[in-house]
């Protein structure tokens, strides 16, 4: 595969990754954060930076971040995000260091 086209693959790779992140959170009251879990930790291979989590994070709940740094959740390091919510809450998302995949989710 030439360089351009291994980038494209890369990029279009994160791209559904990070929406697939979204389309998972957004729907774990419904699911156990584990069950989304293994899918997004087979999408990627590398580790997430803060901002990346910061992006995942705001995409899944709009609003403001207050906070945002590692931690670690249910035994895995993660970013844990902290979100005043536009929709009135206040989130805290945990996402995977290793992997990017949802960890969990809360909203009070």
Same mark, same amino acid.
């Given at each position: 595969m $030439?360089?351009?086209?291994?980038?494209?693959?890369?990029?279009l790779l994160a791209i559904t990754t990070c929406f697939a992140s979204s389309t998972f959170a957004a729907d774990s009251k419904t699911a156990a954060p584990a069950a989304t879990a293994p899918a997004a930790a087979t999408a990627t291979a590398q580790e997430i930076s803060k901002e990346q989590a910061v992006e995942m994070a705001l995409r899944a709940h709009p609003?403001?971040?207050t906070k945002a740094y590692e931690d670690t959740k249910k035994g895995k390091k993660?970013?844990?995000?902290?979100? $005043?919510? $536009?929709d009135g809450k206040k989130w805290?998302?945990?996402?995977?260091?290793?992997t990017g995949a949802l960890v969990s989710e809360e909203g009070k």
């Open positions: $030439n360089k351009p086209r291994a980038f494209t693959a890369a990029a609003g403001t971040v993660t970013w844990e995000v902290k979100i $005043n919510g $536009n805290e998302v945990h996402y995977e260091i290793k």
